[in-house]
């Protein structure tokens, strides 16, 4: 075992967050490294996905789709892993693999949970585009929005780990993409790098009528992954049969009650009928069973022919985890967020 | 020709409303019977259907889907018509019509919108049981709502003229089926005489609590047609992967401007989100294309073998439609409601 000091290393919920999460509601702490017993493995965590849906698990609700993170525990995450110790008959001291270990250095599994990745040039890559964000971007663009040659696609958070490869993909199928991102330089990467046909600050004023501009056959899928002051300037430019997949709306996950007026839902209802406009909400966990095959051949030849790009952003050490996480539900990032614990 | 001394009633839009309408929106006024030209037909108006989507084509924006009605010009509305005067090839004098005469008595047609109806004992059933309504309730309900045994399905305007469909479809189709109506003898009805397993009255302070005991299983398909409060109490109750098909959101088609907050918004996408529901508005015309046939001849078969029983509010007179429109949009109606204007 190559644990330094038989040392854990992790991050722990010190305290559920109200509103936006501080430094203060993570504390970073150690244990000793735990020893696998019959059936298990020691997995030694290589790279660690930051994602939204996390906020959502600091909560003492919790989702409808998994439990609250206990005060106290590891914060919970996706991980590529290698195993260092093996007493499970599938798995091989060495192997790198899938998993879900979490905020912390090293975490004990039963196998069940794990997929095998065989050795990759690029481990992170099975966390951005190979994994769970670039999958979430595959089935809600594909299964829920739908877009046909020459429709207009519209994804905020143009950059991130999800609408990077939304814009892409939207691309690849023929459709007129335009972004939303949060700044000149972001905007400026996803026309020039990423493809897209227009891209528009979030912070922009005059945001409604340029997107208005920008979209002049109005739009045909909105892939919603933010919520808030987009949708407005969304929400006029539908167009009749329009889809609009809900991946998302970190605007809104440090929300604790119902934010003061106007209430929008009305018009959003009478929007959606007069319009004849279908919403579906997916949580991408639905959909390894029958997708996951496909996405994997279809976005590994697209990556290998340099027809999607990927962008990670990638921090350095466990201990900066709580930052960049405070970081990614404000916009800060660029890319994909991945920590990177070791390279061992 | 069988005018009464070649006078034409018409019910014709005196000014726009300001929110709810009043009587002094509208006006009756007389011109002369117009005569046909070659290739039209003078049609003698029997019944008018009153719907909730009359509301917005009051407004200057119209909708999506139809213009706005002048002002000064009658209001418009699916009729029963008889064929009076036909310089039309493919209609004779005395043909019974499915036609969009509007609120007045005598309307010209070029056939083009008329649908040959052969005798019917009763002629208003085609507005009602086998017409747009009707139509509108099967559609919603099998294609977007797409319930399955043991399902629950809620419906709001429980006895109105789709809500009653909706219901017995669902019942029809094996499913719990939980309605909402306004006031306890609507609920009686259609609990006694619709088969509703059961009904809660809109009004009741306790809504939401009453309506989590009559869901013990969760909602998994709510027909939305009234929009307001009742959403509110159906949201939280939502299972995963519920449907709900925006059939009409009444309760906003008075509203100028975004309400009043909180802002309930937020909090219905992020339950969309999470649990994966389906949220689809839908306008009836796009339907009569594919679906019409597969209606008539299920809802004929269920009308008569008495499987599906329909209520209609008839009120005599076309100089009572007014005053029945704004009592519709009130929920002052018990069923659906037809305007007859003769018996000849």
Chains 1, 2 share one sequence.
């Not at 992954?225 to 998302?248: E, I, K, M, S, W």
Request: hydrophobic residues 40%; glycine residues 10%; charged residues 25%.
């Amino acid at each position: 075992m190559s644990a330094r000091d038989n040392v854990n290393r992790r991050v722990v919920l010190a305290t559920r967050p109200r509103g936006v999460p501080t430094p203060q509601d993570f504390r970073l702490d150690q244990t000793a490294v735990p020893a696998p017993n019959e059936g298990q493995v020691l997995l030694r965590t290589l790279y660690l996905s930051l994602d939204p849906y996390m906020r959502n698990l600091m909560d003492e609700a919790g989702t409808s789709y998994a439990p609250p993170v206990p005060v106290g525990a590891p914060i919970v995450g996706g991980t590529v892993s290698r195993v260092v110790a093996s007493r499970h008959p599938q798995f091989r001291d060495g192997d790198l693999v899938l998993g879900n270990a979490g905020w912390q250095d090293y975490a004990l599994s039963d196998g069940k949970d794990l997929i095998p990745l065989g050795e990759m040039a690029r481990p992170s890559l099975a966390l951005s585009g190979l994994g769970m964000t670039a999958f979430t971007a595959y089935v809600g663009l594909l299964d829920i929005g739908q877009p046909k040659p020459g429709e207009t696609v519209v994804v905020a958070a143009a950059t991130g780990a999800v609408g990077a490869v939304v814009g892409q993909i939207a691309k690849l199928k023929g459709a007129r993409v335009v972004g939303i991102a949060g700044g000149a330089d972001k905007c400026r990467y996803a026309v020039e790098e990423l493809g897209f046909d227009a891209c528009l600050d979030r912070r922009d004023p005059q945001l409604a009528e340029h997107l208005a501009a920008a979209c002049p056959n109005g739009i045909d899928v909105y892939f919603e992954n933010v919520g808030g002051a987009v949708f407005d300037a969304v929400l006029p430019l539908l167009n009749n049969g329009a889809r609009v997949p809900v991946c998302g709306v970190i605007a809104h996950y440090n929300e604790d009650d119902l934010p003061a007026g106007p209430d929008r839902l009305p018009k959003t209802v009478t929007t959606l009928l007069q319009k004849r406009i279908r919403m579906e909400g997916f949580i991408i966990l639905d959909h390894y069973g029958n997708r996951f095959d496909d996405f994997r051949r279809d976005m590994s030849e697209w990556i290998a022919s340099g027809r999607v790009k990927l962008r990670e952003d990638v921090v350095d050490g466990l201990e900066n985890a709580p930052d960049a996480f405070i970081g990614l539900l404000e916009g800060r990032n660029f890319g994909k967020v991945v920590v990177r614990l070791t390279d061992a």
